[in-house]
């Protein structure tokens, strides 16, 4: 496997991999990251689909990616996807997928013309004051102390920050400024979570900075990720003949590790409630999603709270990766990531809007009328004085198909799920569906003696609890995760958020299609080059454009120095005159 870019390859067909008529694949868990892989078994690898197997240990494809109307609570998203325009692997296999809506064209191509035709930005980015204060200005208001402390992080070698904390890179007057506002609510990130992966985030979207205040740089799909992304995959792998087995618990794969080789040889799952084995060959292909963020997610309803039952580091999907991480070093520490869940959860909740009397709040907090069809409020509105740290946003609409024309379905989730709240004086994880309604409303600006009627009968709202759904960002140090492909492996890979790939980052839709990518075309020998990881970190435009938006506008020479750096930067001015250098930084800007 190899890495690529410009279009020469962007557009090739690879040619079949030798022997693969002789292969099988099995593919644990039907999230995402298995889906694209079995989509590229099929395109790129070219391997029949009916010796594709997906085992599910659910009753339906996706993973974390859903999207589902429960007939007994009602609509639920447990998260949404933001993308842009660099994800190279992502957009890579959407256009070969084909929509199923529009005949004749694919996934990527009516997705493209959507955010043509309607450009996602946002027009109000946090309130305050029940919603009285409700605005976008674009500031990010660090100081220059704060500045340089991000410059620092952005310039340190991994190595030095394994196991950090965010905590040890900043300080209160970072964590002050709207720059950390929009960075931790928009990426879930919280303050002991893994200073690491703060600073691969920074250096991956360098050249989305400028577009952090009003979401800009975002993309969304028409509708929920489950009907937009998923059910597209699906058909198409079913139209190949991929076969799909739910109900099936995979517990373990076994290894034969001799001579620096690892070799999948035997499957152990759970079926009907019956422990099986299924034998592998080196020419049968295991693909594993490790870790999961929504495993062990507890459903609450409008009258009742989530009951969240499970304890540290419980989960099928922990036990399936640690029964495989105790038989070789190079399979990772799933301990890292699952044994606090405290520091790990937060939760989130569908609200449907049953009539007429919430959606004027809507609009009178982001400025357009929610029934468009067009963007609404084009990402996240955090409530900047929430005890709960809430925001919620409102995708274009509807965001089922099977959605009612006079209906919205609000996201709604809060960072701090163990604090009260300022209407409902109790921690979120402890609240109905309606109480969490009660506190939403009272932060839209609802009167508060109509609050009460209005959650009760103008709304029903499904919440969720997620133990593990930031478990990705706790911090690690080298090895934590496993390679895609770990050393010495013959015929087994690791997919999804808990794999290690270089330069990309997690909690993303385009990691989990990275690393199908590579996993598959590592496996099969495919000579084809996977994109590389966008290189704007590379690119003197887009961090001298990141640096000044990060300002707020103040040229680098407004930046107070100490006396003997400002004599070197005068001088080093007066050399860079007449050239185009001086250029580069007047055009952004900079000088």
């Not at 946090?126 to 674009?138: F, N, S, W």
């Not at 996201?411 to 300022?422: E, F, I, K, Q, S």
């Not at 009460?452 to 690690?476: E, K, L, N, Q, W």
């Amino acid at each position: 496997m190899y890495y690529s870019n410009g279009n020469y390859e962007a557009f090739a067909r690879p040619e079949k991999p030798k022997d693969v008529d002789k292969k099988s694949a099995y593919l644990v868990g039907s999230g995402l990251a298995s889906l694209a892989a079995a989509c590229f078994l099929v395109r790129d690898g070219q391997m029949k689909g009916d010796r594709i197997h997906i085992l599910e240990a659910l009753d339906l494809p996706g993973g974390s990616c859903d999207g589902v109307q429960d007939p007994t609570r009602g609509f639920v998203m447990r998260g949404g996807r933001e993308m842009e325009n660099h994800f190279e692997c992502l957009w890579d296999l959407f256009r070969s997928i084909p929509s199923i809506e529009t005949e004749g064209v694919s996934v990527l191509d009516e997705y493209y013309w959507l955010n043509k035709h309607d450009p996602n930005y946002s027009l109000c980015r946090a309130t305050e004051k029940r919603g009285q204060d409700a605005h976008t200005d674009g500031k990010f208001t660090l100081s220059d102390k704060a500045a340089m402390q991000v410059m620092k992080l952005f310039f340190t070698p991994d190595e030095q920050l394994y196991d950090k904390t965010l905590d040890d890179v900043f300080d209160e007057e970072f964590y002050s400024s709207n720059f950390w506002l929009y960075w931790q609510t928009m990426f879930a990130f919280e303050r002991w979570h893994s200073a690491l992966e703060m600073k691969l985030y920074i250096q991956r979207y360098i050249h989305h900075i400028g577009g952090l205040p009003d979401f800009s740089a975002l993309k969304f799909t028409k509708y929920n990720q489950y009907e937009s992304l998923i059910l597209p995959m699906v058909k198409y792998l079913q139209g190949h003949g991929v076969q799909f087995e739910y109900g099936v618990t995979v517990t373990n794969v076994r290894f034969e590790i001799a001579d620096g080789r690892k070799t999948a040889r035997q499957i152990v799952c759970v079926r009907g409630g019956k422990e099986e084995t299924i034998d592998l060959i080196e020419d049968d292909l295991v693909f594993v999603t490790n870790g999961c963020c929504t495993e062990s997610s507890a459903y609450g309803d409008q009258d009742h709270a989530p009951a969240v039952t499970v304890k540290n580091g419980e989960g099928a999907c922990w036990d399936l990766w640690r029964n495989i991480a105790a038989q070789d070093t190079s399979f990772g520490r799933p301990e890292k990531f699952c044994s606090d869940i405290s520091r790990s959860n937060w939760e989130s909740a569908t609200v449907t809007t049953l009539d007429g009397r919430i959606p004027p709040y809507l609009e009178k907090i982001c400025k357009r009328d929610p029934f468009s069809g067009r963007v609404v409020t084009g990402g996240i509105v955090t409530v900047r004085d929430s005890g709960w740290y809430m925001s919620w946003t409102v995708n274009r609409q509807p965001q089922f198909r099977s959605q009612g024309k006079d209906q919205l379905c609000v996201w709604v989730y809060g960072l701090y799920t163990d604090r009260p709240g300022d209407f409902v004086k109790k921690p979120m994880k402890d609240c109905t569906g309606m109480e969490i309604t009660e506190e939403w409303l009272y932060h839209l600006g609802v009167p508060e003696a109509e609050i009460p009627d209005m959650a009760a009968h103008s709304a029903v709202c499904v919440p969720v609890m997620m133990p593990y759904i930031t478990a990705f960002f706790m911090p690690r140090a080298a090895g934590d995760r496993p390679a895609v492909v770990p050393q010495g492996c013959v015929n087994f890979a690791f997919l999804g958020q808990f794999a290690e790939t270089p330069r990309d980052t997690i909690f993303t839709t385009e990691y989990s299609v990275r690393t199908a990518m590579e996993a598959v075309y590592t496996l099969l020998d495919v000579d084809r080059g996977v994109p590389e990881v966008w290189g704007s970190v590379y690119d003197m435009r887009a961090l001298l454009d990141a640096t000044v938006k990060m300002m707020d506008g103040k040229k680098l020479t407004d930046v107070k120095l100490p006396l003997a750096a400002q004599l070197v930067e005068k001088k080093a001015l007066k050399a860079l005159e007449g050239t185009v250098a001086e250029e580069l930084l007047r055009r952004y800007h900079a000088i």
